[in-house]
């Protein structure tokens, strides 16, 4: 007589280690839950660390530039892009006094 060989049922998957909201969760959902996490002084160093991965600046730049160390580091490169979206959002000019 031949029996069938006795195979195990693969271990289920480990779900529980995994914030399965924080992985599909859109760009302005992770922010907005970032910056409840964050309440004083002492978070500011951790929130734009956190805030420039979520936004992908710390991407970008660490291609261009090797890596970006610091937060003021990050904040710059953060406010070169706003100021950048807000040229191209008027024509290339900062100001219309200057246009």
Same mark, same amino acid.
């Given at each position: 007589?031949?029996?069938?060989?006795?195979?195990?049922?693969?271990?289920?998957?480990?779900?529980?280690?995994?914030? &399965?909201?924080e992985e599909f969760? +859109?760009?302005? *959902?992770? /922010?907005a839950r970032l910056?409840? #996490?964050? $309440?004083?002084?002492?978070?500011?160093?951790?929130?734009?660390?956190?805030?420039?991965?979520?936004?992908?600046?710390?991407?970008?730049?660490?291609? &261009?530039s090797g890596k970006?160390? +610091?937060?003021? *580091?990050? /904040?710059?490169?953060?406010?070169? #892009?706003? $100021?950048?979206?807000?040229?191209?959002?008027?024509?290339?000019?900062?100001?219309?006094?200057?246009?």
């Open positions: 007589a031949i029996y069938p060989p006795r195979l195990r049922d693969p271990p289920p998957p480990s779900l529980d280690q995994f914030d &399965l909201d969760a +859109d760009d302005a *959902a992770r /922010l910056t409840n #996490k964050c $309440v004083g002084d002492n978070d500011l160093e951790y929130y734009a660390r956190e805030a420039s991965d979520i936004v992908g600046i710390t991407k970008q730049e660490e291609s &261009l970006l160390q +610091d937060a003021k *580091a990050l /904040l710059h490169a953060i406010f070169e #892009k706003l $100021v950048q979206f807000k040229m191209l959002g008027q024509g290339g000019s900062l100001c219309p006094a200057f246009s």
